[in-house]
T-cell receptor, first 115, second 114 residues
Framework: NAGVTQTPKFQVLKTGQSMTLQCAQD?????MYWYRQDPGMGLRLIYY???????DKGEVPNGYNVSRLNKREFSLRLESAAPSQTSVYFC??????????????FGPGTRLTVT | AQSVTQLDSQVPVFEEAPVELRCNYS??????LFWYVQYPNQGLQLLLK??????LVKGINGFEAEFNKSQTSFHLRKPSVHISDTAEYFC????????????FGEGTQLTVNP
């Protein structure tokens, strides 16, 4: 039981390049999330997926796209990376949207640098 | 809409001293409250949560938090900290309505010195 896994762990991109961050969970959770973490700003929600087949914008969606490939997998794509997207990205999952009574479970993060 | 404020960005303490990390929230409805811990270069781990009932909640690693509805606070405490408690701590709130999202505070860096 691996929980929430993310790949890659580290990535360096040049401005304008594209990439996809992968996330998978093995807890049979319905809801999945992508956050970015920047110093002094806590975690900010980029996109979320309440259930398989649905996605919605969070607090900071500009410059990102997502795909809920199936119940297990939720990917985040940067089409044209910008230095402002340098951050640590976390994927999370929960049994239902929000937290309900169970909280969210987080992956180990992807540290992205855009030069 | 809900919001969370963590009142201290950094808290340095000596080993075996008590510590309190402060969190205030704002919401017009009932809420669920959470504390997460993030060790260096790791993801977030749930420390404890308040859903309902007793206002004093006990979590892992000897931490506890008290929900105070009148002061809209959910402060985290530990009576005696260890070096291994050095980490960043995040308070989070979710409104008790269907589909509500989790909102995080800015985080408090706890540094325990020998």
């Amino acid at each position: 039981n691996a929980g929430v896994t993310q790949t890659p762990k580290f990535q360096v991109l040049k401005t304008g390049q594209s990439m996809t961050l992968q996330c998978a969970q093995d807890m049979n959770h319905n809801s999945m999330y992508w956050y970015r973490q920047d110093p002094g700003m806590g975690l900010r929600l980029i996109y979320y997926s309440a259930s398989e087949g649905t996605t919605d914008k969070g607090e900071v969606p500009n410059g990102y796209n997502v795909s809920r490939l199936n119940k297990r997998e939720f990917s985040l794509r940067l089409e044209s990376a910008a230095p402002s997207q340098t951050s640590v990205y976390f994927c999370a999952s929960s049994e239902i949207l929000g937290t309900g009574m169970f909280g969210q479970y987080f992956g180990p993060g992807t540290r992205l640098t855009v030069t | 809409a809900q919001s969370v404020t963590q009142l201290d960005s950094q808290v340095p303490v000596f080993e075996e001293a008590p510590v309190e990390l402060r969190c205030n929230y704002s919401s017009s409805v009932s809420v669920y409250l959470f504390w997460y811990v993030q060790y260096p270069n790791q993801g977030l781990q749930l420390l404890l949560k308040y859903l309902s009932g007793s206002t004093l909640v006990k979590g892992i690693n000897g931490f506890e938090a008290e929900f105070n509805k009148s002061q809209t606070s959910f402060h985290l405490r530990k009576p005696s900290v260890h070096i291994s408690d050095t980490a960043e701590y995040f308070c989070a709130v979710s409104e008790e309505t269907s589909g509500s999202r989790l909102t995080f505070g800015e985080g408090t860096q706890l540094t325990v010195n020998p």
